[in-house]
C-alpha cells in the first residue's frame, strides 16, 4: 500500500526567505505521480507541482521547485522568496498509475512579515 | 467552465439526521471521489468511483453511501449523522494524473 508521511506539523519562515518542506513516501510500484498541494485558509485544494517518477529532472513552477530523490523515496518544496500569501497548509500526495491518491497528513506553514 | 462545484458550503446536523452531499463536474471525467479532511490526517478517500454505475470503497466508507447515475454527478449520502461524521468533505474528479477539488463543504454533526 501506498503511504506518504510529512514529518513537519508546522514550519514558519520570514518573508522573502527561503523554506523547504519534508515529505517521503513508500510505494513498490515504478509508475506514479507526486504532488504538492496547497490549501490556504479559503479550504480549496490549489495544486502547486506535480512529478512524474520515470523523470529524472526535477519539476519548478515559478518560486516552487521540488527535490525529487527516487531512490530515498523524498519529495521536498522548496519556496524560494516567501511570500505572505504562501501562508497555508500544504499536503504531499502520491498516485501510483491506476490507483487512488494518498495524502500526507499537511504541514501548516507561516509567512511572517 | 465551473469544474467541480459541491453543495451546501455548510451544514450543521443533528445526531441520527440524514443527508446528501452535492457533486457535479463539467469536465466529462470518469474518475470522481470523496474525501473527508480531519486535522492532523491529510484526506482520506471515502468513495469513490471509476464511470457512471461502478463505484467503490475507499480507506474510510463506512456511514456513508454513493451512487453515480450520470458522469456528471457524485452524490454522498450520510445515513445517519454521527460526531464522528463531523469533518470537511472534498469532492474531486480527476483526469491523467491530475485531481481537481470542489470547494469543499464543512460539516458539523451535534
Known amino acids: 500500500a501506498q503511504t506518504v508521511t510529512q514529518s513537519q506539523p508546522e514550519m514558519s519562515v520570514q518573508e522573502a526567505e527561503t523554506v523547504t518542506l519534508s515529505c517521503t513516501y513508500d510505494t513498490s510500484e515504478n509508475n506514479y505521480y507526486l504532488f504538492w498541494y496547497k490549501q490556504p485558509p479559503s479550504r480549496q485544494m490549489i495544486l502547486v507541482i506535480r512529478?512524474?517518477?520515470?523523470?529524472?529532472q526535477n519539476a519548478t513552477e515559478n518560486r516552487f521547485s521540488v527535490n525529487f530523490q527516487k531512490a530515498a523515496k523524498s519529495f521536498s518544496l522548496k519556496i524560494s522568496d516567501s511570500q505572505l500569501g504562501d501562508t497555508a497548509m500544504y499536503f504531499c500526495?502520491?498516485?501510483?498509475?491506476?490507483?487512488?491518491?494518498?495524502f500526507g497528513p499537511g504541514t501548516r506553514l507561516s509567512v511572517l512579515p | 467552465n465551473a469544474g467541480v462545484t459541491q453543495t451546501p458550503k455548510f451544514q450543521v446536523l443533528k445526531t441520527g439526521q440524514s443527508m446528501t452531499l452535492q457533486c457535479a463536474q463539467d469536465m466529462n471525467h470518469e474518475y470522481m471521489s470523496w474525501y473527508r479532511q480531519d486535522p492532523g490526517m491529510g484526506l482520506r478517500l471515502i468513495h469513490y468511483?471509476?464511470?457512471?454505475?461502478?463505484?467503490d470503497q475507499g480507506e474510510v466508507p463506512n456511514g456513508y453511501n454513493v451512487s453515480r447515475s450520470t458522469t456528471e454527478d457524485f452524490p454522498l449520502r450520510l445515513l445517519s449523522a454521527a460526531p464522528s461524521q463531523t469533518s470537511v468533505y472534498f469532492c474531486?474528479?480527476?483526469?491523467?494524473?491530475?485531481?481537481?477539488f470542489g470547494p469543499g463543504t464543512r460539516l458539523t454533526v451535534t
Open positions: 500526495a502520491s498516485i501510483n498509475y491506476g490507483q487512488n491518491f494518498v
Open positions: 512529478q512524474e517518477a520515470y523523470k529524472q
Open positions: 468511483s471509476v464511470g457512471a454505475g461502478i463505484t
Open positions: 474531486a474528479s480527476r483526469a491523467l494524473g491530475e485531481q481537481y
